[in-house]
């Protein structure tokens, strides 16, 4: 598989995600990045960052292959919307203590 690649990947969870995927090694993990969560709602599909509250856009996720049910290529309308959004997905504000 190519470097920098857009997927949709189903994991065993039922969730599926789109994923630019930017590296697999041997040890059969799956390293992606701004993961965008499908959500299925009468007969229409919603997109949403998945783990929103996490910084996993700008460092990655880790997948293990046996939590993979598939990984398949997206159609051309799913790689469009998922660059629109991580285009412009901004991270989280990072809280300030006050004391």
Known sequence: ???ETIRLI???SGEEILVNVHKQNNRKITMVKDP?????NDGQIGFMPYLPYTEIGIFGLSIKEEHIMFNV????????????MTQTILPPPVPKIVI
Request: proline share 9%; charged share 15%.
């Open 73 to 84: 290529q997206p159609t051309d309308e799913m790689i469009n919307k998922y660059n629109s």
């Open 10 to 12: 189903r994991l065993t």
């Open 1 to 3: 598989m190519n470097s």
């Open 36 to 40: 965008i969560l499908l959500i299925p």
